[in-house]
Every structure is written in structure tokens, then in C-alpha cells.
């Protein structure tokens, strides 16, 4: 993103690709309290799908200490996977969406 305003586009369409892939709806979203992710439209957006909103704290990473591990977690397989597969970093933006479809897939249960 660019720029903060974009959240909500960005969101939507996160959101689409995770529900096309998984055959899941989401049905919770954990945020800070910044700006981009409290507009109106936002919220109505959250509500109108149905998504339960849980807010943390705006600049308070120790409550939001699942998502960093995640991240962290994210970022290893990342580095990872570019360095046994011997590719140059141009290759950064699908090895993290690669590393993020086997984590979220690996939740997945039916």
C-alpha cells in the first residue's frame, strides 16, 4: 500500500483471493486502531460481510503479539525458500504470497 486510504480496497481484495482459495468465509479481523481501519466505510464494509471486529490499541505491538509471530514466522519461510531455491530477491512478492497460501492452508480443516 501506498497509502493508508487503500486499506479497505486492499482488504476487499485479500479478502476475495482467501475466499476463492479456501472455500472459506472470514469471519473475524484483528486491527490496530489507525486511522485506515476505523473509517465508516470500513466498518460498514465489516459489518454488511459479516466479519467480527476485535481492535486493539494504536502503537501497543504487545497486544498484537499473534500477528508478529505470524509475520515473523512469514518472513523465515521467505527468506527460506529464496535461498534454497538460489532466486534474487526480485522474486520476494510471490515467494511471501506462496509462504502465506501454505500457512493459511495448513489451518484449514474439513
Known sequence: MKHKNEALNKFREWKTLVE????RKVKKLRTDN???FC?????DFCKKEGIQRHKT???TP???????????TLLERVRCMLSNA???NQFWAEA???AYYL?????ISY
Open 86 to 88: 538460489k532466486l534474487p
Open 57 to 59: 490499541v494504536r502503537k
Open 39 to 43: 473509517s465508516d466505510e470500513f466498518t
Open 96 to 98: 511471501v504470497s506462496t
Open 62 to 72: 504487545q497486544q498484537n503479539g499473534l500477528a508478529g509471530r505470524m509475520n515473523r
Open 20 to 23: 476463492k482459495q479456501s472455500e
Open 34 to 36: 489507525g486511522h485506515e
Open 103 to 107: 500457512e493459511y492452508m495448513s489451518f
